[in-house]
Structures are given as C-alpha cells and as structure tokens.
C-alpha cells in the first residue's frame, strides 16, 4: 500500500473544547499528506474553529449546537455516534486508521453513557481483542494495565492472566504496526522499589513476576518488575523499546513531561488503528485561538505510518 492510498477518519472531539480548532489547524496543515480524510462530529464546529481544506469529507453529527467553553451534556450524543460511525468505516474496511480530538469524561457521564473514555468506547464498538492504552512521545512508548480508575481500585485490577493478555497485545502491535523485531518491554512494580523484597508490598511476587515469567515464555522479551523511578530514564535512554506501567499516573506522568504536546495516544489490541491526542478539552481557552496543535498533528501522522506498516506486513513502506 502506498502512502496515497490511505483513508484516514478524524473525529472533532467535544465541539465546546478545543478539538474543533486542533483538527482545523492540523489539517490546514497538511499534517494528513495525500491521505483521503474524512471529518466525522460537529462539522460547522470545526468550520467556525478555522474551516477544512476543502477534499476533506464530512460526516456530520450533532445533538447540541454548543459554543466555545461553554459545554452541554446534549452534545454527548452526537460525540459518542461520531466515534462510532468512524470505528465502524475502519472495521468495514472504509478508512485505513481514526485519530480522535479529545471528548469530556463529564459530559459522557452526565449524558448517560458509561464509557471513561474512547478505550472503552472502541472496544465495545470493535467487539473483539483486548484494548490496551500506549502512550507514544520522545523516546517513550508506555503502556497501561488499568486505564481510568481509581487509584485505590488498581491492586484489586491486577491479575496474571490479565498482565500476560497485555504483554501479548504489545508485543503483537508493536512488531506489526511499529516495525520493532522483538520488542524489549519493561514491566513497573506497582509499590515503591519493586516492593523492595517484599517490604512495601507483595503484588510483584504474587502477580507481576509470574506473569512476566509467563509472558517471557511465550517469548515476549518483557522484563521486570523493576521500580518505576527509575525505569522511565532508563527506557528514554533507549535501553527498552516500550514500558507497561500499572496504572495511569505511574505510566503517563513520566510520559507527559517527557513529551507533552507531542504525544500521542494509541489504542493497540483492537482490529482498527486509532490514535488520539495526549491532552484534554482545555473548555477553559476554547475559542481563544491557544490550542496547540501538536499532538493532533502528531497523531494523525502516527495513524497513517501505522496503517502503512500494518499493510506492508511490518516490513518498509
């Protein structure tokens, strides 16, 4: 497949936060290259936020006119069938990846829906595989074994069987859709120290050295558990191609500052390719022409290469 032929959707995100302008200037940009895009949201949203080149495709979806940091739970609905619609053109084999603008937890929630983010919302919507969250910035490629939850839930979500279905994930994804051979994945100790023998905790013995012993003997280069202040400079460094942190903050904290404006999310595990933005709505300098669009750019480029490598079986495009 040549980089011509790809089809990418883009999603505009909470037409009340700044997604609408990212998506504007990205594309303005030409962040998409000679890829066919096709818009998916509240399209006079983005048209207002700056326009569209005008071989964009729009779908259009809206349940609430909104303005600029002024959000409304009644756009909810058109947010949520957007994604959908987009998952589903990359499931039919209509679009070759999604990058998605950010959409608000809150306004999800107070509509009804009970998705804490897109992870949830894609894997429902693909129906198969198991999602798993990465980060993808500077150096750093980190992955999650619990997303959205909170902190005191995550020694309860922790499983070796669990551990092993993410490593396997990584290592499939990374190999195919980032070209990494044999991917060298490190794995953080939940507790301060690795639990430092036991001292602080006893979830690395119990959970986390088996599963990373299991996963190593399905040839999964996965190492650990090792201490997550110190990993991370570690894997900058170039010691190891991808980190599995175990839960949000250990994982995306390091990431964030390492790479902030320039990271991407990525959803590995599913049947389609998405990627999406590192940063939030920002409701607060919506319309104020602030928003940077780096990580949109960002992502939309990722989700192409990404599509690219997949088509090519993994080898150069």
């Known amino acids: 497949m040549s980089r011509t032929s790809l089809r990418i959707g883009i999603t505009a995100g909470d037409p009340a936060g700044i997604g609408p ?49 002024k959000p409304d739970p009644a756009a909810a609905h058109g947010v949520i069938e957007a994604i959908r ?24 929630a107070r509509a009804g829906y009970a998705y804490p983010g897109h992870t949830e919302l894609l894997a429902e919507a693909a129906g198969a595989g198991r999602a798993v969250m990465l980060l993808v910035g500077g ?21 070796t069987p669990d551990l092993i279905e993410v490593l396997e994930v990584m290592q499939r994804d990374l190999t195919l859709r980032f070209r990494l051979p044999r991917p060298r994945i490190a794995v953080c100790g939940l507790n301060p ?20 012993a299991a996963a190593r003997g399905l040839g999964i280069d996965a190492r650990g558990p090792l201490a997550a202040d110190s990993l991370f400079q570690r894997a900058a460094a170039g010691e190891f191609d991808a980190v599995l942190g175990m839960y949000h903050d250990q994982a995306l904290g390091p990431l964030k500052l390492h790479a902030f404006g320039r990271a991407v999310n990525v959803t590995l595990g599913l049947p389609l390719i998405r990627t999406s933005v590192d940063h939030g709505t920002a409701f607060d300098i919506a319309g104020q022409g602030r928003a940077d669009p780096g990580s949109m750019i960002e992502a939309v480029r990722l989700a192409l290469r990404l599509a690219a490598n997949e088509a090519s079986g993994g080898n150069e495009t």
């Open 85 to 108: 619609a987009a998952a589903r053109d990359c499931l039919a084999g209509d679009l070759d990846a999604m990058a998605t603008a950010p959409i608000s937890k809150d306004m999800i």
């Open 21 to 69: 302008e990212v998506v504007s200037q990205a594309l303005r940009a030409r962040a998409q290259g000679s890829a066919e895009v096709r818009l998916y949201g509240d399209v006079d949203a983005v048209e207002r936020a700056g326009g569209l080149p005008e071989e964009v495709a729009r779908q259009s979806f809206v349940s609430a006119k909104v303005a600029p940091g």
């Open 139 to 159: 150096q750093l490629r980190v992955g999650l074994a619990t997303i959205h939850c909170a902190l005191r839930e995550v020694p309860d979500l922790i499983a």
């Open 193 to 212: 120290h690795a639990g430092e023998g036991g001292r602080f905790g006893d979830e690395e013995a119990r959970i986390i050295r088996p599963a990373v």
